[in-house]
């Protein structure tokens, strides 16, 4: 039987883990914990995001899109998912969420811990569709190196019937296995894992609001289906160390032949009208290691080679 989720061994205040959770933590790259905020920091957040779900707040620049299905298609499954949403409501910039979200990442990472990027998801209520098995850092760039965690948290009361968090034990140690697209359409943004794991080890992770979960970006993860008569509402804070060049030749095929509506309209503001806001963004938000990788990304698209 895998380990019990923290939440169920030891309690947790919303800024400081105890020596058992950082073992948990590291042995088996998730943890889940009972409140990390404020019951009114979860409602505010709430309504923020509900709002800017309404806007679709960044659809132009790629930042709102279908996380789970071709946006081409209008029969396909639908995750909706802002990127960046800070971008777009200065509030969240300055939660107590993210406060104690930076100081549990300095105990696990270190002290060079620091903010990373944040996302938000809706799984709309009834087919909300589930979240393809997969590893977060089966979407990065292969030719570096990554130390960093998601604080995934509820917006209101997370199970088995609405798509709580799923992990399997352990399974960050194994290095990044083998990813695709769903039903090999590389129009959708989502990968899945399709082999290496055994889906009977998976651990399921509900909450209350305000509830959170810790992964590594190596460790595999999924959601279920929102099967409830409620939309569920996830807010996601991601902190890392600076990424190393790789140690070692990595390849993500799955990655290659991606081409998304979403990559389009973020290209396509790039090149265009955001493409100083994008640059301000970036000195404004990250260290001179990400600026300088930024730069070149930014350098290759404009001009190629």
Not at 18 to 30: A, C, D, H, L, R
Not at 68 to 83: K, L, R, S, T, Y
Not at 194 to 213: K, M, R, S
């Amino acid at each position: 039987m895998p380990p019990l989720p923290a939440s169920e061994s030891a309690q947790t205040s919303c800024s400081h883990l105890s020596e058992e959770q950082i073992n948990f933590f590291k042995e088996n790259g998730y943890l889940s914990l009972p409140r990390i905020t404020s019951d009114e920091e979860v409602a505010e957040l709430r309504q923020i995001l509900e709002s800017l779900f309404q806007k679709k707040a960044g659809i132009d620049q790629g930042a709102y899109f279908n996380f789970a299905g071709a946006e081409e298609d209008e029969d396909a499954p639908n995750i909706p998912q802002i990127i960046a949403p800070q971008n777009f409501a200065g509030k969240l910039t300055k939660t107590e969420f993210r406060r104690n979200a930076a100081e549990l990442a300095r105990q696990i990472l270190g002290p060079e811990a620091k903010f990373h990027i944040d996302h938000t998801l809706c799984k709309p209520a009834v087919d909300g569709a589930a979240t393809p098995w997969h590893q977060d850092e089966a979407f990065k760039d292969p030719k570096y190196d990554y130390s960093e965690i998601s604080f995934w948290m509820a917006l209101q009361p997370v199970n088995e019937v609405n798509g709580c968090m799923e992990f399997i034990p352990g399974s960050h140690q194994v290095g990044v296995l083998p990813h695709r697209s769903p039903n090999d359409d590389p129009r959708i943004h989502a990968i899945e894992c399709f082999e290496g794991f055994d889906h009977a080890d998976a651990v399921a992770c509900p909450l209350p609001a305000g509830g959170c979960t810790l992964h590594t970006g190596r460790t595999l993860h999924g959601a279920g289906p929102n099967r409830s008569n409620a939309p569920r509402y996830a807010y996601v804070l991601i902190f890392h160390v600076p990424p190393q060049p790789a140690q070692g030749q990595k390849n993500f095929p799955w990655l290659q032949d991606k081409k998304t509506a979403r990559m389009e309209r973020r290209k396509s503001w790039e090149e265009g009208a955001g493409k100083y806001v994008t640059i301000w963004r970036v000195i404004k938000s990250k260290g001179p290691a990400d600026y300088k990788r930024f730069c070149l990304k930014l350098k290759k698209r404009l001009f190629g080679g």
